[in-house]
Nanobody, 115 residues
């Protein structure tokens, strides 16, 4: 079984920064893609950023230039550096990890952005 533990959410003023972390643990034989999604109230969950096993990253248009996804394979951890935060970035952020050829989800971490 694989467990994902997220951290780093919180309350920040518009224009501020936060760094999210998601650490995978358990019986892990391989990790491929690692992703961050978010879901705001009354909205569908959306993909924010993803990073492949080789380190290739992609981003939603709404966060390009402001967010950076990275990973530390030795620590089995994915990060999301969020800069220049806007009120519309407020949501519950979830990490998604493709481990052992299956999808796993974190419990979610709340990001609140005050204007």
């Amino acid at each position: 079984q694989v467990q994902l533990v997220e951290s780093g959410g919180g309350l920040v003023q518009a224009g501020g920064s936060l760094r999210l972390s998601c650490a995978a643990s358990g019986s892990i034989f391989s990790i491929n893609g690692m992703y961050w999604y978010r879901q705001a109230p009354t909205k569908q969950r959306e993909l924010v950023a993803g990073i492949t096993g080789s380190g290739s990253a992609n981003y939603a248009d709404s966060v390009k230039g402001r967010f950076t996804i990275s990973r530390d394979n030795a620590k089995k951890t994915v990060y999301l550096q969020m800069n220049s935060l806007k009120p519309e970035d407020a949501a519950v952020y979830y990490c998604n990890v493709q481990a052992n050829w299956r999808d796993y989800w974190g419990q979610g971490t709340q990001v609140t952005v005050s204007s």
